[in-house]
């Protein structure tokens, strides 16, 4: 009886609980839990502004994911466009009336929160997208028009956020984009002469480059080259992280940030803060955890039995891995610094909010696993 139900079009409030993913909602509060004591280690050990606002953020973003967990899935399909054409609008907005900060405008003040857009576009180019390529037959996923038109729909947005500048969030808009096309099942030869292509332009791109976007990738391949200015960072990085050892100096004990060495350890840098503390065996543990966080949202792909459903979900899991990948390996120096949050562990609302919504819709898939979209 109740597996009849579930395939119907309409579920109880019993039923919607019964199909919950409780362990992604466990995996989600251990790492809320294990960022707001990484927080509390930026504030020296004691409730300051950073921990506070964190431990507000993630706990209101949270109660947001609960929420918006119920929502249908094919709310976010119908409002799929409507959302990528709201996120395009405040990005547009932002250079008109957005907050600067540091020499860069990228936020929008919204009194409660000041809100990066480029944040909420990375949700909204995987929703467009898995609307886009949703029923499209694969034979249709290579016609050159179907290859055009998302190009367009994701060149836009990147170009307003390099001019903000933020060239990091621009790289990683567009890595979610095309890993969606990737996943549609665009043929790879497209993949192939598009990195031809970048790789025989990028002298030509460098040179638009401002000038501190230039200095980051000198500094990448040379640090010690300037120790002082532009390669202290991840100096400072490597030599925290390195410290840690195997099991880390201890829970508020990292010399390399208490001392302020490290600069920008609540944002960008905040696995270089927890690495020194729990060293590698946390490390390893902390990214366990973001594994089995991308692993269930793949498995919960899987389940869905409609496209978009698969195609957002598997986008989603792609980006989350993405944008751990770029964060671990920038602040490693594998990379070069390009401003990428760790997600939830990192302070900052708009990337908080980001992630929540997006794990909601995930959670949606979960819940209305059987519902399937025929239009």
């Given at each position: 009886?109740?597996?009849?139900?579930?395939?119907?079009?309409?579920?109880?409030?019993?039923?919607?609980?019964?199909?919950i993913?409780?362990f992604?909602?466990?995996?989600?509060?251990?790492?809320?839990?294990?960022?707001?004591?990484?927080?509390?280690?930026?504030?020296g050990?004691?409730?300051?502004?950073?921990?506070?606002?964190?431990?507000?953020?993630?706990?209101?973003?949270?109660?947001?994911?609960?929420?918006f967990?119920?929502?249908?899935?094919k709310?976010?399909?119908?409002?799929?466009?409507?959302?990528?054409?709201?996120?395009?609008?405040?990005?547009?907005a932002?250079?008109?009336?957005?907050?600067?900060?540091?020499?860069?405008?990228?936020?929008i003040?919204?009194?409660?929160?000041n809100?990066?857009?480029?944040?909420?576009?990375?949700?909204?180019i995987?929703?467009?997208?898995?609307?886009?390529?949703?029923?499209?037959?694969d034979?249709?996923?290579?016609?050159?028009k179907?290859?055009?038109?998302?190009?367009?729909?994701?060149?836009?947005?990147?170009i307003?956020?390099?001019?903000?500048?933020?060239?990091?969030?621009?790289?990683?808009?567009?890595?979610?984009?095309?890993?969606?096309?990737?996943?549609?099942?665009?043929?790879?030869?497209?993949?192939?002469?598009?990195?031809?292509?970048?790789?025989v332009?990028a002298?030509?791109?460098?040179?638009?480059?401002?000038?501190?976007?230039?200095?980051?990738?000198?500094?990448?391949?040379?640090?010690?080259?300037?120790?002082?200015?532009?390669?202290?960072?991840?100096?400072?990085?490597?030599?925290?992280?390195?410290?840690?050892?195997f099991?880390?100096?201890?829970?508020?004990?990292?010399?390399?940030?208490y001392?302020?060495?490290l600069?920008?350890?609540?944002?960008?840098?905040?696995?270089?803060?927890?690495?020194?503390?729990?060293?590698?065996?946390?490390s390893?543990?902390?990214?366990?955890?973001?594994?089995?966080?991308?692993?269930?949202?793949?498995?919960?792909?899987f389940?869905?039995?409609?496209?978009?459903?698969?195609?957002?979900?598997?986008?989603?899991?792609?980006?989350?891995?993405?944008?751990?990948?770029?964060?671990?390996?920038?602040?490693?120096?594998?990379?070069?610094?390009?401003?990428?949050?760790?997600?939830?562990?990192?302070?900052?609302?708009?990337?908080?909010?980001?992630?929540?919504?997006?794990?909601?819709?995930?959670?949606?898939?979960?819940?209305?696993?059987?519902?399937q979209?025929?239009?």
């Amino acid at each position: 009886m109740l597996r009849q139900r579930l395939y119907s079009s309409q579920y109880s409030f019993f039923e919607k609980l019964l199909a919950i993913d409780y362990f992604l909602i466990l995996l989600i509060l251990l790492i809320g839990i294990i960022s707001v004591f990484a927080m509390y280690s930026t504030d020296g050990g004691e409730v300051l502004y950073h921990t506070k606002s964190h431990l507000v953020r993630f706990g209101v973003f949270f109660g947001v994911f609960l929420i918006f967990s119920f929502i249908r899935i094919k709310f976010w399909y119908t409002t799929s466009y409507l959302f990528y054409l709201i996120a395009l609008a405040m990005i547009v907005a932002v250079a008109f009336v957005g907050v600067t900060a540091s020499g860069s405008q990228r936020w929008i003040n919204l009194y409660f929160l000041n809100l990066q857009p480029s944040e909420i576009m990375k949700i909204a180019i995987i929703l467009c997208f898995a609307r886009y390529y949703h029923r499209m037959q694969d034979t249709e996923v290579q016609n050159l028009k179907n290859v055009i038109q998302p190009l367009i729909l994701l060149i836009i947005p990147c170009i307003f956020v390099i001019k903000q500048p933020d060239l990091g969030t621009a790289i990683l808009i567009a890595l979610s984009g095309i890993v969606v096309m990737w996943i549609a099942g665009l043929n790879i030869k497209y993949f192939i002469y598009s990195g031809l292509i970048l790789l025989v332009s990028a002298p030509f791109v460098i040179s638009f480059l401002k000038p501190y976007q230039k200095l980051r990738i000198l500094t990448f391949f040379n640090p010690e080259k300037d120790p002082l200015g532009a390669g202290y960072q991840i100096i400072q990085s490597k030599i925290a992280i390195g410290s840690g050892g195997f099991f880390g100096k201890g829970f508020l004990k990292g010399t390399q940030s208490y001392l302020e060495f490290l600069p920008e350890k609540h944002t960008d840098f905040i696995f270089t803060l927890f690495s020194e503390e729990f060293g590698f065996a946390g490390s390893i543990l902390l990214l366990f955890l973001y594994v089995l966080l991308i692993y269930r949202i793949i498995k919960i792909g899987f389940s869905s039995k409609s496209f978009f459903a698969k195609l957002y979900c598997f986008g989603f899991s792609a980006a989350i891995f993405i944008y751990m990948f770029v964060n671990i390996s920038m602040v490693v120096g594998i990379l070069p610094i390009v401003g990428s949050p760790l997600p939830i562990m990192s302070y900052g609302g708009s990337s908080m909010l980001a992630i929540m919504l997006g794990l909601s819709i995930v959670m949606s898939c979960k819940i209305y696993s059987k519902d399937q979209i025929t239009q």
